[in-house]
């Protein structure tokens, strides 16, 4: 999984970084699990325990990893208030335009990734939810909640750390313009066709295909939301 560092001392610890960074986005190393000793990262490198320790420490101030003195480095889990100046802002007058204008950018290349980089787990996961949601198709309060879900699912399956992280803030700012979406007729069966479209072309790694049904839908649900006052 680590590979030998072979780099000008200065650049050295962001290497060090990438390949932690890269290991933790593909999910070889995965939320709360142990990272190998700081020595043994040194010997895995092939570098100092000095540079080492500088890369954790770069990481650890990113919320990235968790340094538990005794016990080892470990892959931080994933919460939105990593990201706090974000999240505890307040959004009250934010637009459903404004929102959903950032969605269609971020969630659109989401889908796009997730088609190109999507392994089986992934796919496991989205079809979980598709079919939960299906079972629970009379329960508006399930279906909100499998649709939250199911777009952090994508995030995840891009497989990149830095979007969860947005997207995670992203669907709590969301969740007043979400509730009651699945009380409008139609809107749940729209949505649940939509997410289902967007799995198959995620399953047949088809990265324009997932970017248009994923921009499909966010334009479907906006249209929807705004018609109905702002309730979905």
């Known amino acids: ?18 390949q932690i960074m890269d290991a933790i986005v593909k999910g070889e190393v995965k939320p709360g699990e142990r990272l190998p000793t700081e020595r043994d ?11 080492v320790r500088d890369a954790i420490k770069t990481l650890a101030g990113r ?9 080892g480095i470990f892959v931080a889990n994933i ?13 009250e007058d934010a637009a459903v335009h404004d ?10 290349e989401a889908a796009a ?28 309060e399930v279906l909100d909640e499998r649709d939250a879900q199911f777009h952090m699912a994508i995030a995840e399956a891009s497989c990149n750390l830095v979007l969860v992280k947005i ?11 979400r509730q009651g979406s699945y009380s ?31 921009l499909q839908h966010l334009e479907g649900v906006e249209q929807t939301v705004s018609k109905h006052g702002n309730k979905g």
């Open 1 to 18: 999984m680590f590979k030998p560092i072979f780099e000008e001392r200065s650049s050295m610890s962001e290497r060090i970084i990438s």
């Open 41 to 51: 990262l040194a010997t895995l490198f092939q570098v100092s325990r000095t540079v």
């Open 63 to 71: 919320n990235i990893l968790h340094v538990k003195h005794g016990k």
């Open 79 to 91: 919460q939105p208030t990593d990201i706090e100046s974000f999240s505890q802002a307040n959004w």
């Open 99 to 108: 929102l959903f204008e950032i969605r269609k950018v971020l969630e659109t």
């Open 113 to 140: 990734w997730a088609a190109e980089r999507r392994q089986a787990h992934h796919l496991e996961k989205l079809e979980w939810i598709i079919q939960d949601a299906k079972a629970h198709s009379d329960e508006p």
């Open 167 to 177: 997207m995670l803030s992203l669907l709590d700012l969301l969740a007043k313009s």
């Open 184 to 214: 409008i007729p139609g809107r749940s069966l729209e949505s649940l066709q939509d997410h289902e479209l967007i799995i198959e072309a995620i399953r047949e790694q088809d990265r324009e295909l997932a970017r248009q049904r994923m």
